[in-house]
């Protein structure tokens, strides 16, 4: 089985799509993460990286983690510096920056050849293929994500672990059921009758301390690969 990344819904060239293993994409999205999140310091930037670390197919399902580039969570005012900061992100990973931290050596064969082609998409990406919905409703729908994250979960430790287990178990239901705004009572009666704890939406953004990588309400993309 395997995933592509292109660039749009009427991108219909194959031939120059990124095609890649569920291995390699793994791999792909692990070290674009470790580069990023050493390399971002804005908040746009820091949510891109965020936006990665949920592709983790550990937690949508093997083979269920392909995008388009119109997928990430662009803003057209902006887009040109966002695009900037992804190409600097593809360059350190190419310098294996934060590859450290990894219990493995990542195939730089294929793993530079990735990182390649995904700069190509790019370069070739424009703004008039942005729907700036795509910002708003991954921010809503985190929103809800992230009420499952407790404010001291940095650690790669078991409660971090067992944390990335329930993101696991119930992403599909949760992207099913909170697609759109519900309020808060709604929630909190769904979220008892599930045995999930009420936590706070934590404030900023965290990284793991074993890997310093940005994580997410599906935790850290090495730790959930280990």
């Given at each position: 089985m395997?995933?592509?990344?292109?660039?749009h819904r009427d991108h219909k060239n194959v031939e120059e799509w990124l095609g890649m293993s569920n291995g390699g994409m793994a791999v792909f999205l692990t070290v674009i993460v470790l580069s990023g999140s050493r390399l971002a310091i804005k908040k746009k930037e820091?949510?891109?990286?965020?936006w990665f670390v949920e592709r983790d197919d550990t937690v949508r399902g093997r083979?269920?983690?392909?995008f388009d580039i119109c997928d990430i969570p662009w803003e057209k005012e902006t887009f040109e510096k966002e695009?900037?900061?992804l190409l600097k992100v593809l360059d350190g990973a190419k310098a294996k920056l934060g590859w450290e931290v990894l219990s493995y050596q990542p195939n730089e064969d294929f793993v530079f050849r990735y990182l390649e082609k995904f700069e190509t998409l790019l370069l070739n990406f424009t703004s008039e293929y942005i729907d700036e919905n795509t910002y708003s409703l991954w921010l809503e729908d985190n929103k809800i994500?992230?009420?499952l994250v407790?404010?001291?979960y940095s650690d790669c430790d078991e409660k971090s672990k067992e944390l990335a287990l329930k993101a696991r178990h119930h992403f599909e239901e949760l992207t099913i059921k909170f697609k759109k705004y519900i309020d808060d009572d709604?929630?909190?009666d769904w979220a008892k009758k599930q045995k999930f704890p009420i936590l706070e939406v934590p404030d900023g953004f965290h990284t793991c301390k074993e890997h310093g990588?940005?994580?997410s309400w599906n935790g850290c993309i090495v730790c959930n690969d280990m």
């Open positions: 395997s995933v592509s990344i292109c660039l820091k949510e891109i990286i965020q083979g269920c983690n392909g695009r900037q900061f994500l992230e009420s407790p404010k001291d709604e929630y909190d990588a940005i994580i």
